[in-house]
């Protein structure tokens, strides 16, 4: 069984900075592309940030560009999402995704998922 858990969320003032972790097991995570979302409340699921399998390449939603950075390790099966200058609009539960194929910006794209992690930005 393939699976994904989030870590790493929590409480931080606007300003401030957080790293989410990713773990993986029952797969081959090294040839997956992995992707991060986030869902507000009331909101719909959106794109944050993808990697493909090697981590040389990344992408990242508009929003986000310039203050997160996604890397991965491939010995230790995890994903990271690096979040500086947070914000309150930030404030969302982040989930973490697999895709055996490629990259993708899509949650359709992707096969496995995380149960997410708690971010919350207060003003």
């Known amino acids: 069984q393939v699976q994904l858990v989030e870590s790493g969320g929590g409480l931080v003032q606007a300003g401030g900075s957080m790293r989410l972790s990713c773990t993986t097991s029952g797969g081959t995570f090294s040839n997956y592309a992995m992707g991060w979302f986030r869902q507000a409340p009331g909101k719909e699921r959106e794109f944050v940030a993808a990697i493909n399998w090697s981590g040389g390449i990344t992408y990242y939603a508009d929003s986000v560009k310039g203050r997160f950075t996604v890397s991965r390790d491939n010995v230790k099966n995890t994903v990271y999402l690096q979040m500086t200058s947070l914000k309150p609009e930030d404030t969302a539960i982040y989930y973490c995704?697999?895709?055996?194929?490629?990259?993708?910006?899509?949650?359709?794209?992707?096969?496995?998922w995380g149960q997410g992690t708690q971010v919350t930005v207060s003003s």
């Open positions: 995704a697999a895709d055996r194929y490629q990259m993708a910006v899509t949650t359709v794209a992707y096969d496995y």
